[in-house]
């Protein structure tokens, strides 16, 4: 067979971005596109590319896949290029940017006690996923159990470039141990949940004892102190 070659235009990626991938988040999965040539075409790293971030590979076929295993900072941007194939063996390179942010995680940190009728307040930490607007920036709720009564979960919160502090306040009204889940999301979907508890004394320890009997001189004394 004979192949008569027309006019076509020249083999290029036509891929120039990529969308941003977590460590041990969502499977990434992302198709790269070339245009001209002939085709089929086929994928791989230009020789002498930096490697693509850990737990991603690229097949023959173009497909960028795979579990993000690493981000060193609040987010990492790695490059690296690929070269497709044509059937003719025309090759065509691109140089690409992918951006890995580090886990979503919210700090197991425990929360400190409360006490009934005294005002209450204590941090959540989220830190990581998907940064929105060169901030993070998650969502959180409660999911099985519940905050003591007279707590609430902040809807408003404290956001830097790297973590976002969640409030938990108000007044307690039962005393008791609490337990609840709190699950923190991204924007795009990520997600992690993490179980915490709190317990409210009825009332705050204090001394009851505010006066002392007399004593004599050289005769045995005895007072015991009292507290509730």
């Known amino acids: 067979s004979l192949y008569i070659a027309g006019v076509s235009s020249p083999l290029q990626v036509t891929t120039a971005a990529l969308r941003e991938g977590i460590v041990g988040g969502i499977y990434y999965d992302l198709q790269l596109n070339a245009s001209g040539g002939q085709s089929p075409y ?3 790293l230009t020789p002498g590319s930096l490697a693509l971030p850990g737990g991603l590979s690229l097949s023959n076929g ?3 896949s795979g579990t993000p295993t690493n981000a060193l900072f609040v987010e990492t941007n790695y490059y690296f290029s690929v ?3 044509d059937n003719l063996a025309n090759m065509a390179d691109q140089l690409l940017s992918l951006t890995i942010y580090p886990a979503l995680t919210i700090a197991p940190n425990a929360l400190p006690n409360g006490t009934v009728g005294t005002a209450y307040s204590a941090q959540i930490l989220v830190s990581g ?3 929105l ?3 993070i920036r998650a969502w959180i709720s409660i999911g099985d159990g519940s905050v003591p009564p007279g707590l609430n ?4 919160s404290t956001v830097t470039s790297s973590n976002e502090f969640f409030v938990i306040s108000g007044t307690p009204t039962t005393g008791g141990t609490f337990l609840f889940t709190l699950t923190a999301a991204d924007d795009v979907g990520n997600s992690v949940q993490n179980n ?3 317990t409210i004394l009825t009332s705050s320890l204090q001394i009851t004892t505010a006066a002392l009997s007399n004593a004599t001189a050289g005769v045995a004394y005895t007072n015991q102190l009292q507290a509730s």
């Open 42 to 44: 086929s994928w791989s």
């Open 62 to 64: 173009g497909i960028i």
């Open 83 to 85: 070269r497709v194939t």
């Open 129 to 131: 996923g998907h940064i």
């Open 133 to 135: 607007g060169g901030h």
């Open 153 to 156: 979960l902040s809807s408003d």
């Open 196 to 198: 915490f508890s709190i």
